[in-house]
T-cell receptor, first 114, second 114 residues
Framework: DAKTTQPNSMESNEEEPVHLPCNHSTISGTDYIHWYRQLPSQGPEYVIH???SNVNNRMASLAIAEDRKSSTLILHRATLRDAAVYYC???????????????FGKGTRLHILP | KAGVTQTPRYLIKTRGQQVTLSCSPISGHRSVSWYQQTPGQGLQFLFEYFSETQRNKGNFPGRFSGRQFSNSRSEMNVSTLELGDSALYLCASSLEGRGRTEAFFGQGTRLTVV
């Protein structure tokens, strides 16, 4: 079972901000929150990751709730090129046995309207 | 800096045959992970290698195997191919894996079993 929950799809207008939510109510204290996106006919692409504090990079911002049970990926100004499936996943770097199953889930398909 | 390279890009095999796929990670990366992507199941984790050792394995039958060489290049093998093995196979490399750092994906190998 997926450890994260995301809406199946979302729509946004071009040049407007987009907020993509992710729920991870069973997150552990050592789980990192990662976001990847997959454009059509391409492999997934890293977007951003964080542990507790909000994070910013050239692609996006990651807002993490204080209780860490949810997070939001923010695209500040969506372009048509941002149309993709966005995946939110958890990774625990402290797991040293073979129980660390990396689960992508179905992700959110983001549609950008021109 | 060269990205993750997967070869071949496309492959057609017959049921019962075996296939070997190759992944060359980014220079300096020691962790390589493999994923299977199908329309019905989405992205599913196969296994992860680090410094030539399999560190983690998903829920796939023993027909799926892999290995990593001393230069971090990795191969995965699928024996006795079934129609259901038709999928996009993706590999990802990262500095150390386990989620502390981002992973970079290749373009994938599209395997069709007929």
């Amino acid at each position: 079972d997926a450890k994260t929950t995301q809406p199946n799809s979302m729509e946004s207008n071009e040049e407007e901000p987009v907020h993509l939510p992710c729920n991870h109510s069973t997150i552990s204290g050592t789980d990192y929150i990662h976001w990847y996106r997959q454009l059509p006919s391409q492999g997934p692409e890293y977007v951003i990751h964080g542990l507790t504090s909000n994070v910013n990079n050239r692609m996006a911002s990651l807002a993490i709730a204080e209780d860490r049970k949810s997070s939001t990926l923010i695209l500040h100004r969506a372009t048509l090129r941002d149309a993709a499936v966005y995946y939110c996943i958890l990774r625990d770097p402290t797991i040293t046995n073979r129980d660390d199953k990396i689960i992508f889930g179905k992700g959110t398909r983001l549609h950008i309207l021109p | 800096k060269a990205g993750v390279t997967q070869t071949p890009r496309y492959l057609i095999k017959t049921r019962g045959q075996q296939v070997t796929l190759s992944c060359s990670p980014i220079s300096g990366h020691r962790s390589v992970s493999w994923y299977q992507q199908t329309p019905g199941q989405g992205l599913q984790f196969l296994f992860e290698y680090f410094s030539e050792t399999q560190r983690n394995k998903g829920n796939f039958p023993g027909r799926f195997s892999g290995r990593q060489f001393s230069n971090s290049r990795s191969e995965m093998n699928v024996s006795t191919l079934e129609l259901g093995d038709s999928a996009l196979y993706l590999c990802a490399s990262s500095l150390e894996g386990r989620g502390r750092t981002e992973a970079f994906f290749g373009q994938g190998t599209r395997l069709t079993v007929v």
